[in-house]
C-alpha cells in the first residue's frame, strides 16, 4: 500500500516517501515524477487506508485555520529625525489584530493601534492607528517578509498636532507552530506633525511682538523591530 501526502490545500499525493523531516516531505509519485512539499504545509502522511480520516482532519483543520484571528505585539526602537533640522530617537509599541492566512498563503493583513515616542529634545508622543499588511517571500518554516503600514498618528499632547503615518519594513519570519511566528526587521516610515513655534516680529518704534502658530513637519523614524504573532 502506497503513501499519502494530505496538504493543508485539500491536494493529497500517492507514492512514495523519499524524506521527511521537519524542514520538507519529498514524495515519489506512480509516475516516478518526485514532489516536495514544506513540512508546514503537510498536515498528514499516511497510507490508503487512512486516507479517509485524514481527508475529514484536512477539511476540519481548515476551517478552523480560515476563522482564525492573530495578534501580533510589536516593539521597535531607532533613530528618528527632521531632515535639515533636528535629530533623535524613537520607540514605539504596537498591538495588531488581522487575518493569519490569505490564499493559503501565511500573508498578513489587519490594523491596530500603537504608542510611538519621539525624543529630539523634547517627547512628541503619537497613538497611531494604521492598516498593515505582510507577505512573506517563500512559503515554509523560515522566510523573509516584506511589509507596510499606512494610517494616523494622533498627537498625545495638545502642544502640536498628528498627521499621516506611513511605513515599510523588510524582515525575516520564523514560524514557530502552524499559527504563530516570531518577526525581526528593518524598518523605515514617517509620521506627519505640526509643531508649535514662535516667531518674533519687529516693527518702527513698537516692541517686539511674538507670535505663535504651527508649522507643519515630517518625522522619518528608522531603526530595528521585533514581533510575535499568535
Not at 64 to 70: F, G, L, Q
Not at 96 to 109: R, T, V
Not at 116 to 130: D, H, M, Q
Request: hydrophobic share 40%; net charge neutral; aromatic share 10%.
Amino acid at each position: 500500500m502506497a503513501d499519502i501526502v494530505v496538504l493543508r490545500s485539500g491536494k493529497s499525493v500517492e507514492g512514495e516517501i523519499i524524506l521527511h523531516n521537519e524542514e520538507v516531505v519529498i514524495v515519489r509519485d506512480v509516475s516516478g515524477m518526485r514532489h516536495q512539499y514544506p513540512s508546514s504545509e503537510v498536515v498528514r502522511v499516511s497510507t490508503q487506508a487512512e486516507s479517509t480520516s485524514a481527508s475529514a482532519t484536512v477539511e476540519a483543520e481548515n476551517t478552523t485555520r480560515e476563522k482564525k484571528v492573530s495578534f501580533s505585539l510589536e516593539v521597535a526602537g531607532g533613530g528618528a529625525c527632521v531632515p535639515k533640522d533636528c535629530c533623535g530617537g524613537n520607540f514605539s509599541l504596537d498591538l495588531l489584530l488581522g487575518s493569519f492566512q490569505i490564499a493559503d498563503k501565511h500573508i498578513f493583513l489587519g490594523g491596530g493601534l500603537g504608542y510611538r515616542a519621539i525624543f529630539a529634545g523634547k517627547t512628541y508622543s503619537y497613538l497611531p492607528l494604521e492598516a498593515v499588511v505582510r507577505v512573506p517571500m517563500l512559503e515554509g518554516k523560515h522566510a523573509p517578509y516584506a511589509g507596510a503600514a499606512l494610517g494616523y498618528g494622533f498627537a498625545a499632547n495638545k502642544a502640536y498636532k498628528g498627521g499621516l503615518s506611513a511605513g515599510i519594513d523588510l524582515g525575516y519570519r520564523y514560524a514557530s507552530s502552524a499559527k504563530s511566528a516570531l518577526l525581526v526587521a528593518l524598518y523605515a516610515s514617517f509620521q506627519q506633525t505640526q509643531l508649535a513655534t514662535t516667531e518674533t516680529i519687529e516693527y518702527p518704534d513698537l516692541p517686539p511682538q511674538e507670535f505663535n502658530q504651527f508649522a507643519g513637519r515630517s518625522w522619518v523614524l528608522f531603526g530595528l523591530k521585533a514581533a510575535v504573532q499568535f
